[in-house]
Nanobody, 121 residues
């Protein structure tokens, strides 16, 4: 499956932003999906993941309560709604996927190119 993330940009602290990831080349509804991010000079960080059906999701501690992951299996997309953005959310955000069964934070197999989110203070 091929993944393409979009929606990044430059926003101010407190703003909202919605990232989207479009999948192609596979049976999207079979894949658990996730979002990860990597800030300059830091290791890649888990942000959120969601089961193939959309019935289960898990969030990283740093985004819990602010970010929401969702998916539309009919459209083959997974989204990340980011609210109350902070400068420390600045990073390249990647979407990723793997076949189930769903285990929270389980390593992903398929990765897309990232989209840059910059949050100014």
């Amino acid at each position: 499956v091929q993944l393409q993330a979009s929606g990044g940009g430059l926003v101010q602290a407190g703003d909202s932003l919605r990232l989207s990831c479009a999948a192609s080349g596979g049976a999207f509804s079979r894949y658990d999906m996730g979002w990860f991010r990597q800030a300059p000079g830091k290791e890649r960080e888990f942000v959120a993941d969601i089961s193939s059906s959309g019935g289960q999701s898990t969030y990283g501690d740093s985004v819990k309560g602010r970010f929401t992951i969702s998916r539309d299996n009919a459209k083959g997309t997974v989204s990340l709604q980011m609210n109350s953005l902070k400068p420390e959310d600045t990073a390249v955000y990647y979407c990723a996927g793997r076949l189930g069964p769903y285990y929270p934070r389980f390593p992903m197999k398929y990765w897309g190119k990232g989209t840059l989110v910059t949050v100014s203070s």
